[in-house]
């Protein structure tokens, strides 16, 4: 007898997501298979194949959900490249899943064009913090350069800090620890100096 609970499941690509998202926390993305997912979200070992054509189609559209997320939280941030910076962080902590196959190329469609698209928006998303850096930090020669030097301390940063690979010392909390770390490097504008008090006034000649 056929199985049918695959088309009887509320939203069938959302559920098999959910269900990679789990399984990379668990194992990795390269332990990932469309067989365990679909025992996973509960339906038929065929249905990842019918959604998503293969692992790399699914790992592809898990990466594009992950750039839009990304996106999301480097634009609540606002445009202060510390506060965009430890947003970066937080969601490489909170979406670790996302986080370990978006930058993975090699393990789905990165040249597909909603991959492309969604990487565009969060990369957009970065450079609002690094073009309202004050004229005396900025990159004279444009900010390229600062870009890419933001998203590596970043990047760098969480990518360390997934992994384990921090000195035991460091600050429990990775926001807390990251916006020490991108402080020394990328600080906030300061606020402009309060201007200085009034000259008492010169006392009245006499005689």
Known sequence: MTDTRA??????PRALLAAAVAAIEESGPAALSLRDLARRAGVSHAAPTHHFGDKAGLLTALAVEGFDLLAAALSAAGDDLLDVGVAYVDFAVRHRAHFEVMFRPDLYRADAPEVRAARERAGASLHVGVAALPPDRADPDGSRTDSLA??????????????GA??????????????TVIRR?????SPLPPPPPPSPPHPARTG
């Open 185 to 189: 490097l990328f600080p906030s504008p």
């Open 150 to 163: 933001a998203w590596s301390i970043v990047h760098g940063f969480a990518t360390l800090w997934l992994s």
């Open 166 to 179: 921090l000195p035991p010392d460091v600050e429990a909390d990775p926001r807390i620890a990251a916006r």
């Open 7 to 12: 088309y009887h499941h509320g939203d069938l």
